[in-house]
């Protein structure tokens, strides 16, 4: 099985590494196999001030014609990862996609007790994958997290967590996590943090079934901070 992906983000100069895909526990029955298949993963910063198409109209209607962009040249999404979305965006790209003919099952993970702005819900992490049977659903809430901000009101609100599916018929798992950022006006180090919780993150994904395993996410570290 050969994997491509594709990294969009709205805010790049401020994501640091983006997104990363990497296949891990394939059998050689999958590495055998020369199918190619596309991996969209997004953060699409649904929610915050700065957001250049946090309207939630213009918002799912962007990121469907979007993947019609790579419908079009042969390469429609396996699977596509939203870091920043609101549940009510969730839910209208999940019936935008239906309408224009896409046969996506979703799944949406709040972020702790995290609300988006504007009246539009939940926010947090989502995934949609390609599968016709039930798949196995897991996520995890990192045990490393940031001490609270004076925007927390003294309790924190977005836990960083993990998120994953296994599509039984196609025997591979997806996942989705968005790290914790380095907040310029603190002393504490979350760039540690985020290191630990990537740690946690490639912890947990081998404990998944085997089989493919792809992650989708924002890590908020340099490439040198991620790999080491």
């Not at 526990?25 to 993963?41: D, F, I, N, P, Q």
């Not at 988006?116 to 995890?140: D, V, W």
């Not at 493919?212 to 996410?217: E, F, Q, T, V």
Request: proline share 3%; hydrophobic share 35%; net charge negative.
């Amino acid at each position: 099985m050969m994997l491509s992906l594709t990294l969009t983000a709205r805010r790049a100069a401020a994501l640091g590494l983006l997104a990363v895909l990497f296949c891990s526990g394939a059998s050689r029955s999958h590495a055998a196999s020369a199918e190619r298949r596309h991996v969209l993963a997004m953060n699409i910063c649904g929610s915050w001030d700065g957001c250049p198409y946090d309207q939630h109209e213009h918002l799912y209607r962007w990121i469907v014609d979007h993947v019609d962009s790579f419908r079009s040249q042969g390469k429609s999404p396996w699977i596509i990862t939203l870091n920043e979305v609101c549940e009510t965006q969730f839910s209208s790209i999940h019936d935008e996609l239906a309408i224009r003919g896409y046969d996506y099952q979703s799944t949406f993970l709040q972020a702790g007790t995290q609300v988006c702005r504007n009246g539009l819900g939940k926010y947090g992490n989502a995934i949609f994958y390609t599968s016709k049977t039930a798949s196995l659903l897991k996520y995890r809430t990192f045990i490393n997290q940031r001490q609270p901000r004076p925007t927390d009101d003294g309790t924190l609100k977005e836990r960083r967590a993990i998120l994953c599916v296994t599509a039984t018929d196609n025997t591979y798992s997806a996942c989705v996590t968005h790290l914790v950022n380095q907040d310029p006006d603190t002393t504490e180090d979350e760039t540690a943090i985020a290191k630990e919780q990537a740690k946690e993150a490639v912890d947990f994904m081998a404990g998944l079934p085997d089989g493919p395993r792809i992650l989708g996410a924002d890590l908020n570290l340099q490439w040198r901070e991620a790999t080491a």
